[in-house]
């Protein structure tokens, strides 16, 4: 019983921390003023190559620390190059951001699946890596350093963002870009920072998704909607570091359980959860998507989004 | 040259040169740009991972799709082709209206969902599958409608939530309540139609299989007709002209007494049923099964009517070409050595086209800018420039 508790926990935070980091990521660049639909795409991205440098550098035999380290630059740096894409054209060229967003994705996992099946020498999108360095083992339960980064990307945000200049002017750039940029505030380079902000995370929590809860990764099924869910914390967190953190933890409790409550419950409760009694992961896969149309439902009214996201900014527009 | 260029100008008839400049014609012109520019892209990739095949490979896959296969391929390019073209139509129709339906994926599978359990389940006749596949998809678009319209909810994110609701709940239905009609000896995709209801397979006319391929059913014929269908009535309708209008401008069409929420919703439900009615014709000419324990990817055909309707420029005419273009790359990608270049790159390429067509939209803006600036360099007063510049620009 304590085992299964055990995992169902670590898979929890492991869901936890990895939406968290992505969510936060998003909420940079909608306070800038600037959707980012693209999330999930920038996470195959910069995931992909993560796991390449990983499985490279293991092969070369470094030690494991500066594997880690490595890892984990390469993703941020392929995320927020990623994120450029959508940054020049939605900044200089107010391009929908919707439909750059989608194409986005769609250009994100048909490059990754080309480039994974011609590395593979088997031409197979599947990638293995070994994800000994990333954990500290601790008894029954694994810590990954994930976690440690996922709580400092937590304090570092809050503080930036409600504490300090370049956060009052990141918001105001989100919430009307014409008086910030009165009060002499540069919203193109606000809104560049934002969005490559959101694409640097969105790599980093593709690892912080990938690594600790398997051993391969399917370039094909990406990172399966993470991206997407990452959104509906965004939504959930009302654009608030701590309410986001809030939020993935409730949303990542939904996830756990969908891949371990067969286990979970036979061993809590003696109970068989199949597909005989009408139970599925499916099931549990649904309810954070459920809950949070639910909420949009009833809080859209009086939204506490930022006022200017998803619409150009213009000079000299009023 | 530029000499015969013009001459050649001058010897057309008046209403040739006009089409040529209206912005129509400026569309098409982007359009085609932004396929050249996409797959100049994707052949330099190519060169990249292949120089000494990639001039055999590409030409393999913008042709492969009718030299390799034949007829047969002919015939699996219009039957990928239909479902695409039906998606594209749906998300043009919704975006008229200023709305994105980025929900078309779970319309799509609701659609898919409607037609296989009718046909499977219910063993019907397949007018009534396609059928409810257009009412599962309508009333799954309404949903974003509705929340748009009563709750203020935008309609990309309850789409995006909705996607993915669809998705769970249908692979939910199939491995419980309907897990009659999944075959778990083919890794639990739904069982074959036409083994279980032959009647439920969409007409093929007689047509050999042989020698057109099995996929090819009179799906791109229903396709096309509802392409035109969309255009005439989006184009020659009263009511086309007030969708187009709440589209322009919400608050004007409202002064001027068009009920803005209503139609929002019939628009919407319009969408929904034109992409149920794609999946419908995907699933039910066989091209494949649907795969009931795949829970971590939406399926590739709406997203891929989304890149339709960009491609198009928003035009349902145009849509019919961008779906066959895509189709032919996608069945040529396969008849590329796999080894050296995955069939994804089809996917690349038309990625790429998306994006820069994500920038035509833009870039058209600029087009009655140009018009003046040269209209102004003709007459000599180059001052007046930087108020046409300041006109176009401050309009919205």
């Given at each position: 019983m304590g085992a299964q508790l055990a995992i169902f926990f670590s898979y929890i935070f492991i869901f936890a921390v990895a939406l968290m980091i992505v969510a936060i990521g998003g909420m940079f660049s909608e306070r800038s003023g600037i959707v980012n639909i693209g999330l999930e795409g920038t996470m195959v991205f910069g995931g992909f190559f993560g796991l390449l440098t990983l499985t490279g550098l293991y092969s070369i035999g470094l030690h494991p620390a500066l594997i880690v380290m490595l890892t984990i630059l390469v993703a941020i740096i392929a995320g927020a190059a990623y994120s450029l894409l959508l940054a020049t054209v939605a900044i200089h060229l107010n391009a929908d951001q919707t439909l750059i967003g989608t194409a986005m994705n769609l250009l994100a996992t048909a490059t990754v699946v080309v480039l994974a099946k011609r590395i593979s020498p088997y031409a197979t999108d599947t990638i293995e890596f070994l994800k000994d360095a990333f954990i500290i083992p601790l008894g029954k339960f694994d810590i990954n350093i994930f976690l440690f980064l996922g709580i400092i990307i937590l304090i570092v945000s809050w503080f930036a963002l409600f504490k300090t200049r370049f956060g009052l002017r990141l918001r105001a750039c989100g919430e009307n870009p014409q008086s910030a940029a009165s009060a002499g505030i540069n919203v193109f380079k606000f809104r560049y920072i934002g969005v490559i902000i959101s694409g640097a995370l969105a790599g980093l929590g593709a690892l912080a998704y990938i690594i600790p809860s398997s051993s391969s990764w399917n370039a094909s099924s990406g990172v399966a909607g993470f991206g997407f869910l990452a959104l509906a914390v965004l939504i959930f967190g009302a654009w608030k570091p701590v309410r986001i953190a809030g939020a993935a933890l409730f949303f990542s409790f939904f996830m756990a359980l969908s891949f371990c409550y067969f286990d979970l419950f036979y061993a809590l409760f003696g109970v068989e959860l199949s597909k005989n009694v009408g139970v599925t992961s499916e099931l549990f896969k649904m309810i954070p998507y459920i809950l949070s149309l639910v909420l949009l439902a009833f809080t859209s009214r009086k939204s506490r989004a930022p006022k200017a996201e998803g619409q150009p900014y213009e000079r000299g527009q009023r | 040259m530029e000499m015969n260029m013009k001459d050649f100008m001058k010897s057309l008839p008046n209403r040739t040169k006009k089409a040529l400049i209206s912005n129509g014609a400026y569309k098409a012109y982007s359009s085609i740009a932004c396929v050249l520019i996409g797959l100049l892209i994707g052949f330099l990739i190519m060169v990249c991972l292949s120089p000494a095949d990639a001039f055999y490979d590409f030409g393999m896959m913008i042709t492969g799709g009718l030299k390799y296969y034949e007829l047969e391929g002919f015939g699996n390019i219009l039957a990928t082709m239909a479902p695409l073209l039906c998606c594209g139509v749906g998300v043009i129709f919704a975006y008229k209206t200023g709305?994105?339906?980025?929900g078309a994926a779970g319309q799509y599978v609701l659609g898919s969902f409607g037609a296989l359990v009718f046909a499977l389940q219910f063993k019907q006749h397949w007018t009534i599958c396609i059928l409810m596949a257009m009412i599962f998809g309508a009333l799954w678009a309404c949903i974003p409608a509705l929340l748009k319209v009563f709750?203020?909810?935008?309609e990309v994110i309850s789409g995006i939530m909705l996607n993915w609701i669809a998705l769970f709940f249908v692979n939910y239905s199939y491995q419980t309540y309907l897990s009659d009609i999944v075959d778990p000896a083919n890794?639990?995709?739904?069982?074959v139609v036409s083994a279980i209801s032959p009647s439920s397979v969409l007409p093929n006319?007689?047509?050999d299989p042989n020698v057109i391929g099995n996929t090819f059913t009179c799906a791109f014929l229903i396709a096309i007709l509802i392409a035109v269908v969309a255009f005439i009535l989006m184009e020659k309708t009263t009511f086309g002209y007030q969708l187009k209008a709440s589209g322009y401008n919400r608050h004007a069409t409202k002064y001027a007494g068009i009920n803005a929420k209503k139609n929002a919703i019939i628009t919407m439900a319009i969408s929904g049923a034109i992409i149920g009615l794609g999946a419908a014709l995907y699933y039910l000419a066989g091209v494949e099964e649907w795969?009931?324990?795949?829970?971590t990817s939406l399926p590739q055909v709406p997203w891929n009517g989304i890149i339709v309707a960009f491609i198009a420029q928003l035009n349902p005419i145009g849509a019919i070409f961008a779906s066959g273009f895509l189709s032919l790359i996608s069945v040529g990608s396969t008849a590329t050595s796999q080894s050296v270049f995955p069939k994804e790159i089809s996917d690349l390429i038309t990625a790429v086209i998306v994006y820069l067509s994500g920038l035509t939209a833009v870039t058209l803006r600029f087009i009655p800018w140009i018009k003046a600036k040269l209209k102004k360099k003709k007459e000599g007063e180059p001052k007046e420039m930087a108020l046409s510049v300041n006109g176009s620009k401050g309009g919205k």
């Open positions: - | 709305i994105f339906n980025i709750c203020n909810v935008n890794s639990f995709k739904t069982k006319f007689g047509a795969s009931a324990q795949i829970s």
